[in-house]
Structures are given as C-alpha cells and as structure tokens.
C-alpha cells in the first residue's frame, strides 16, 4: 500500500540538499518504526519518491513523499512517530492513504505556489507592487535558458498560473507550473520582472517560500482543477496490512537468504582449496629441502675408505 506523507521544511534546515533530506528520511523511517517496505534486489533499499524537490535557501509548507508500506497504523499514530523521530526544521503535517491508481509524487506534480518577499534594503526602485498586474497581463515574458549545446529564449507566460500582489505583507504570491515539463522558478519569474523594467536585481534580493504542491485532477482536455497533493488519500482510521506485499517481502527475504548462504559455501569452497594448495605447496618446499640437505652431508672417511676397497 501506498502512503503520501506531507512535510514542512522550515528554519536552518533549509540550507539542506534535497539528497540529505532523502538520507535523513531514511533513517527517520527506521527511528519511527514504520513498516516501510524494501526493494526485492540482493541491496534492498526503502521504496520511496518525493515530489518536486525544493532549491536550498527555500521554506516549504508544502512538501510531499510517497513511501510503499507492508502494514500500517493509523495517519495520526504515523504522524506522531513521524515527528518524534524527526528534527527541527521538519515537522510533518499529514499521512494519508492513497487509492491503488494513483500516480508515484514526481509524476504528479502539476503546479507549484510561493510567497516572495524582498529584503529590507534590497528592493528594486520601481513600484515592484504596485506595477505588478500590468507584468501578468503581457502575452509574453521571455526568459534566457543555457544549454550544453546552445542559448534559448523561453516565453514562461503560459506556466504562470496566478501572479498578485499583497501590499499588506509587502509580498508577491504566485501560482506556477511545477511539472517536470515545464517547471518554473520564481526565481526567474522575478528577474524577468526585473528585466522588463531595465533593472537587475541584487543578489540574494529576496525570500522564496513554497505554500504548497499541487496535482491536476483535471481529465486531459478539461480545464486545470488543481489540489493539494495530499487531496486524493484518506485517512487511515485503523490498522492496515498487506497481505500480498508481505508475502513479496517474505519471498525476497527468502531469495536473499539463499543467495547469502550459497555465497558463504563458495566462499568456503574457495579457501579450502586455497587451503589445500598451500598446504601441497609447503610440503613440495618440505620434500625439496629433505632432498637438498641428504646431497649436502659431509662424507664420513671410514664410509670413503671402505667404498675404496
């Protein structure tokens, strides 16, 4: 069974890679006790995706990994084991049941929407707030993307879903695509504001918060319908077990037992061999040093005196 965890990433934690937050999901997994299932492979690793991985520097309330379990309990017995098991910085907001259709978190992603806030001292001198509707309302804003090969000009109008302003906070809130087919960073969504008013942004201008990861619940052809991620599971009201995956993990267990052993009498096999060779080795040493010694004993006079006569 598949179950879609929901995770914030907030305060130094953020400076931490997208790779260490998989190693330390791994072993908070373990540290929690939950019945994570492993690949069937003679390596077995826990069976787990994330949804968009998110930039370093950046805060998230919205963050999304799929694990496969053999048994569950209930989501908020996970959600507790879950958050006494982590650390600051991660605090997980829901785990949820999700239908055997559904798709793994990466291949869901559809939409992505973020908070962006300059700091102090480091704001663009035109009215960033203020001029903000009329950047939304071009029909192109192109953006420069380098390749290995070559130079490209994308216009990123069309994956900007939502683009507003909240002069109250000081703040610029964005809806934008996220699939692996288009994704689009705030980041450049502001320095090509910034470009459309001849203007460079310092570095380090501003602040990026992610709100939350969206999937399209929209059949292809209808019109976008996005949701949280975490949308299309259920709460998990009672323990759970899967039969079918637990018998697969038995198997592989099964399997790895084997091969573990057949590997130890192989490994056997081989140093008794080696053994027996050295051994045949040191006694050809030991017979060819017997025969050396006997061609080298010093002839007794009485025993040449007598071999003369």
Partial sequence: MKVRVKFRKYGPVRFIGHLDVMRFFQKCIRRAEIDVAYTTGYSPHQIMSFAAPLGVGLTSDGEYMDIECNSVTTSQDMKER???ASVPGIEIVSVVLLPEEAGNAMASVAAAGYTVRFREGREPSFDYLGKLADFYARTEIPITKETK????????RPGIYELQA???NKAIHMLVDASSSG????????DA??????QTLAENAFTVHRKDTYLNLASAGEARQLAPMDSIGRQILEPIVDEKRLLIAQEADRRRAEAAAE??????EALTAKETEQQKWLQSLHSAGSHDRAEERPVDPQEAEAKDE
């Fill in 263 to 268: 590997a130890r009498r192989l490994r056997q």
């Fill in 82 to 84: 879950f958050n006494r």
């Fill in 166 to 168: 909240d002069p109250e």
């Fill in 149 to 156: 090969k070559n130079t490209l000009t994308v216009n990123i």
């Fill in 183 to 190: 994704n689009i960073k705030p980041a450049s969504v502001m």
């Fill in 193 to 198: 504001y910034a470009a459309w008013q001849g």
